[in-house]
């Protein structure tokens, strides 16, 4: 049995959800058709396919293994393609995950314009304000907000932004802005999940040298949006990403503090594992974002 035929086979007859359409497709007999899928069947020791006389379908395990075969052959095409040095047209899907704030706000807009030229491509995404093992997990692309991972991750620089603390005027005026770093201690300060150590703010003073001091506070969250939006409405202090706190700063909702005291700024990096190898779609993707986010963003600027 030829095995990516008959995953071949297979794939076609989930999509046009039957083997005489899928047989026509390919240019066999419908019994051939039948058959690379039975013998297909017997190799994984499993059913893939409910079969009545009116309609098939996908058992749970052949849902699995349908959803890894469409990505085997998407792959498999693009690599035939660039041995014989053809041109490779990017298609199947990018398994993607990003931070719930800058996946809504920045990469969607990306993600639109690159499916406009590039309609063979898919996406599925994964928005999680916490670090996904990309290899574990099987996603073919990160974006990350700070460090870039392991020493098996391939990192490429999109920009920086840099950490902004911010109240309401409400709150400053009912309980006066932090003069120093020092003085976080006695406000009401907002602290995020995915901050190592948690509960320290890290600051850099005008000498350059820097400095952490503990925090804490009437709220503590997973997500940077809802801590944003309960400061905008003035009950504490918040320390998040420019690119979050910016339209809420530039609306008048929160005042930036301690400007003088600024951290050193955060990378923003588009990650993928060393180890799996770098398809046409994740290649060409990863090289618009570089373009597009080139010097068009200031993520700096709250």
Same mark, same amino acid.
């Given at each position: 049995?030829d ?40 190799l ?18 052949g ?6 075969? =469409?990505?085997?052959?998407? &792959? !498999? ?5 660039? /041995?014989?040095?053809?041109?490779? %047209?990017? $298609?199947g ?15 969607a807009p ?24 990309? =290899?574990?997990?099987?996603? &073919? !692309? ?5 460090? /870039?991972?392991?020493e098996?991750i %391939?990192? $490429? ?22 003069q120093?770093?020092?003085d ?8 995020y ?6 509960? =320290?703010?890290?600051?850099? &003073?005008?000498?350059g ?34 690119f979050i ?5 530039r609306?008048?909702r ?20 060393s ?28």
């Amino acid at each position: 049995m030829d095995r990516f035929e008959a995953i071949r086979v297979f794939s076609q007859v989930v999509e046009l959800g039957s083997f005489s359409k899928a047989a026509a497709q390919l240019g066999i007999s419908a019994t051939a058709a039948s058959r690379q899928v039975a013998d297909l069947e017997t190799l994984l020791q499993t059913r893939l396919l409910n079969r009545t006389t009116r309609r098939i379908s996908l058992t749970e395990s052949g849902r699995a293994f349908f959803e890894r075969s =469409v990505q085997l052959l998407a &792959d !498999l095409d693009e690599a035939e393609q660039e /041995a014989s040095r053809a041109a490779v %047209v990017p $298609r199947g899907t990018v398994k993607l995950t990003c931070a719930v704030n800058f996946g809504v706000r920045h990469l969607a807009p990306a993600i639109a314009a690159f499916l406009s030229s590039h309609r063979e491509v898919r996406f599925d995404v994964s928005l999680a304000d916490r670090i996904v093992d990309l =290899v574990e997990e099987g996603f &073919d !692309l990160g974006i990350r907000v700070g460090g /870039a991972g392991s020493e098996h991750i %391939v990192a $490429r620089k999109l920009g920086e932004t840099r950490l902004v603390p911010c109240a309401s005027p409400g709150y400053l005026a009912a309980h006066g802005a932090p003069q120093s770093p020092d003085d976080l201690g006695r406000h009401n300060c907002f602290t995020y999940e995915y901050v190592t150590p948690k509960g =320290v703010w890290r600051f850099r &003073d005008p000498s350059g040298s820097e400095r952490a001091v503990r925090v804490s506070g009437s709220l503590h969250s997973n997500n940077g949006d809802l801590l944003a939006e309960v400061a905008a409405g003035g009950a504490g202090i918040v320390f998040e990403p420019a690119f979050i706190v910016g339209p809420e700063v530039r609306a008048g909702r929160l005042v930036p503090l301690l400007q003088e005291y600024a951290p050193a700024p955060v990378p923003i990096y588009a990650v993928y594992p060393s180890r799996k190898h770098l398809s046409a779609k994740v290649r060409l993707f990863v090289d618009f974002l570089v373009a597009r986010f080139a010097d068009s963003q200031d993520w700096a600027a709250p």
